[in-house]
């Protein structure tokens, strides 16, 4: 087993949604409780939008230590989040279950 960092394993995915749908939009529950698609609320239509991908690792910006983080499901491929809410392409070299089982053991999101 060898050490890397993150940043070596992680790319942020910046898929920028050409035709934004308010149907369409994920949302990451708080304590590890998932990524699921969001109810239907009103648009600004200012907000810029990025496809997310099917087995992507997400997260909530302002609720990381809350555990806001987990895998975009298959059924939820190609919907769409804000920045606030970055997925990132996981590399072939690690599988994206144990960055989440790297969170958990010891509850290490909370001291993010």
Same mark, same amino acid.
């Given at each position: ?18 035709k ?6 994920? $949302?990451?529950? #708080?304590n590890? +409780?998932?990524?699921?698609?969001? &109810?239907?609320?009103? =648009? ?16 909530? $910006?302002?609720? #990381?230590?809350k +555990?806001?983080?987990?895998?975009? &499901?298959?059924?939820? =491929? ?30 290490r999101?909370?001291?993010?």
């Open positions: 087993m060898r050490e890397v960092k993150l940043k070596e394993i992680l790319t942020e995915s910046k898929i920028i949604s050409d934004p749908n308010p149907d369409c939009r994920l $949302r990451v529950k #708080l590890v +409780g998932g990524v699921e698609k969001r &109810p239907m609320l009103k =648009d600004s239509g200012t907000t810029k939008y990025y496809v997310r991908k099917a087995g992507q690792f997400i997260y909530g $910006r302002q609720n #990381l230590f +555990g806001a983080f987990g895998v975009v &499901p298959a059924e939820l =491929d190609n919907y769409e989040s804000s920045i606030d809410l970055p997925t990132f392409d996981v590399s072939d070299e690690c599988s994206v279950d144990w960055i989440i089982y790297f969170l958990l053991v010891g509850e999101y909370k001291h993010l």
